[in-house]
T-cell receptor, first 106, second 114 residues
Framework: QKEVEQNSGPLSVPEGAIASLNCTYSDRGSQSFFWYRQYSGKSPELIMS????GDKEDGRFTAQLNKASQYVSLLIRDSQPSDSATYLCAVRELTFGTGTRLTIIP | KAGVTQTPRYLIKTRGQQVTLSCSPISGHRSVSWYQQTPGQGLQFLFEYFSETQRNKGNFPGRFSGRQFSNSRSEMNVSTLELGDSALYLCASSLGGTGNQPQHFGDGTRLSIL
């Protein structure tokens, strides 16, 4: 079992809709979780950190963490074409999933 | 605040050669990590340095090595280059104290092996 698993996609979402990205992890002792966005040809950039169970909101982005079920998700509300990118989930500092490619359809 | 700086941005080498990549972290960051990214394999962790010591290591052969200097700058060396080493090499820095800090990535070095 991989340490961090993500659906590779591609995930296609109409403009203005909610995009939902999911990530599961295997280490129950993990304390920190991160979402990165990577545009094609660019390096990953941090968009959200979450450390406690529940929801954390930042603008159009909401990260959700459920440690009992070992999953973390990212919701993007009012999706824009500029949100089209690959989204990487990371557990602790160094363990990354393979990423989900998201395409927002105008 | 300046971001993570990687040099060079592009490199072309031939099989059997060796290469050294450089990374300057964000000021105050003591942890530097290196990753290899290829289209098929995603982001693969190479190693992490904290206070000049290798703290974590991924599953790469011994041809891949690194070091960190007292000013937190880091270098990665790959010897006896193979075609499969063609990839984007990313460096990331963090404060690094607890192991629970987010990573900040440089723009990467794109290495092509002919």
């Amino acid at each position: 079992q991989k340490e961090v698993e993500q659906n590779s996609g591609p995930l296609s979402v109409p403009e203005g809709a909610i995009a939902s990205l999911n990530c599961t992890y295997s280490d129950r002792g993990s304390q920190s979780f991160f979402w990165y966005r990577q545009y094609s040809g660019k390096s990953p950039e941090l968009i959200m950190s979450i450390y406690s169970n529940g929801d954390k909101e930042d603008g159009r982005f909401t990260a959700q963490l459920n440690k009992a079920s070992q999953y973390v998700s990212l919701l993007i509300r009012d999706s824009q074409p500029s949100d089209s990118a690959t989204y990487l989930c990371a557990v602790r500092e160094l363990t990354f999933g393979t990423g989900t490619r998201l395409t927002i359809i105008p | 605040k300046a971001g993570v700086t990687q040099t060079p941005r592009y490199l072309i080498k031939t099989r059997g050669q060796q290469v050294t990549l450089s990374c300057s972290p964000i000021s105050g960051h003591r942890s530097v990590s290196w990753y290899q990214q290829t289209p098929g394999q995603g982001l693969q962790f190479l190693f992490e340095y904290f206070s000049e010591t290798q703290r974590n290591k991924g599953n790469f052969p011994g041809r891949f090595s690194g070091r960190q200097f007292s000013n937190s700058r880091s270098e990665m060396n790959v010897s006896t280059l193979e075609l499969g080493d063609s990839a984007l090499y990313l460096c990331a820095s963090s404060l690094g104290g607890t192991g629970n800090q987010p990573q900040h990535f440089g723009d990467g070095t794109r290495l092509s092996i002919l």
